[in-house]
């Protein structure tokens, strides 16, 4: 017997409003119904209880290292370590000694990402001579386990610098001609790599050429940190590459003044290069300002427990929470903003098109037992039942037989 097209989600509550029953015909939301009517009305339909609980859309995970974590493995004692390069030192050392290939520990950790209610999610490996591709080989393997689940795009991020390591460089192009990666990585020109000029070269002369994105990390503040920004607005304009260029972290732009706060804004919404943050207690980026001013904002997990930090779930809900409380929310409309940044912003930075849970918008969401999304925000509750194109992908925060490769 042929699978059904068309699938009746009775009694859910989109966005916490009142019930309905939402029908899906290939993959894409085509009416809201009065509630119990809809099954009726569609016979040979799949029917799917959604007994009252708010539907809510999908997320997007703007900046996560699958290939770094020890999710699932033996717990991991860190030791002290001293900066952004003793922390690279130690990613190389857990490598070496992690029991479990990369790809299959990328793959853990990403099935339990989408089995949350992750849609997309843009993955950043490293790129060193200590790993050569093999970070990059193991995200595309469990991409390939989670295709037609969670949407991935690969960075190649040089953690370990480009000068200071040499041999680096040519990785990241071996790794954009092979296709492994949709994005070039880069770290803190100035302060880590001691070369702004050179690193900023390479990475936009490989987007250039090879047609992929640039995805920066910049964790410099003050004076260093807006230089950066200056070279990367004038890069992206002189290339065109407009909608290809996202600066990570971006503490640059926390706590400036509002005029200046503004201006720059105004240039990145100018030149179409997005942010991302990962909301850590006290610099998480204006994310209401920047998108009063046209910047796209995503919002990431960042490492999940890696050698940096025993910390993070890949949870995109908790994550939104966490934003919420970084930003010291209070009213609901402050409380939502993380949640939106996660699903609707998350969408426009990684090019999906938005889930808003309308007629017409693809059926990629999520049902939760609650009351309205401020409270969701604030409790982050199980995940009950996750749809990915109109098909159940997941139930009670488990991916279901038959929709991953095990």
Sequence with gaps: ?????????????????????????????????????????APGAEVVDGSGR????????AHIHPDKTAWGEPWVSRKRALGIAELGQ?????????????????????????AQGT?????HADVAPAFGLAGLQGVAEARERLAGIVDVQTVAFPQHGVNVAPGTAELMEEAVRGGLADFVG????????????GQLDLLFGLADRFGVGVDLHLHDRGPEGLDVFDAVVERTRALSLGGRVTVSHSFALVGLPDAELDRRAAELAETGISLTTVAPAGSTLPVRRLRELG???GLGSDGVRDSWSPFGNADMLHRAHLMARSLRA?????????????????????????????????????????????????????????????????????????????
């Design 90 to 114: 130690a990613d190389a050392e857990l490598f070496r000694t992690l029991p479990t290939p990369v790809g299959e520990r990328a793959y853990r950790l990403m099935a339990h990402a989408a």
């Design 119 to 123: 849609r997309a999610m843009r993955a």
């Design 186 to 197: 880069g770290i803190d020109p100035i302060a880590f790599d001691r070369d702004l000029t």
């Design 1 to 41: 017997m042929a699978t059904p097209t068309t699938t009746v989600f009775t009694g859910i509550r989109p966005w916490g409003g009142e019930p309905v029953d939402l029908v899906v015909a290939d993959g894409v939301i085509t009416q809201h119904a009065p509630s119990g009517t809809a099954a009726a009305a």
């Design 54 to 61: 708010i539907a809510l859309p999908t997320m997007v995970d």
């Design 295 to 297: 910047v796209r904002v």
């Design 330 to 406: 209070r009213v609901d409309e402050d409380l939502e903003l993380g949640f939106h940044t996660a699903a609707a912003h998350g969408a426009e930075l990684v090019g999906l098109p938005v889930s808003d849970l309308a007629v017409g918008a693809p059926a990629d969401f999520f049902l939760v037992s609650g009351e309205c999304l401020a409270q969701v925000v604030v409790d982050v509750p199980a995940r009950e039942l996750v749809v990915r194109g109109g098909t159940v992908v997941a139930r009670d925060g488990r991916l279901v037989s038959g929709s991953s490769a095990g």
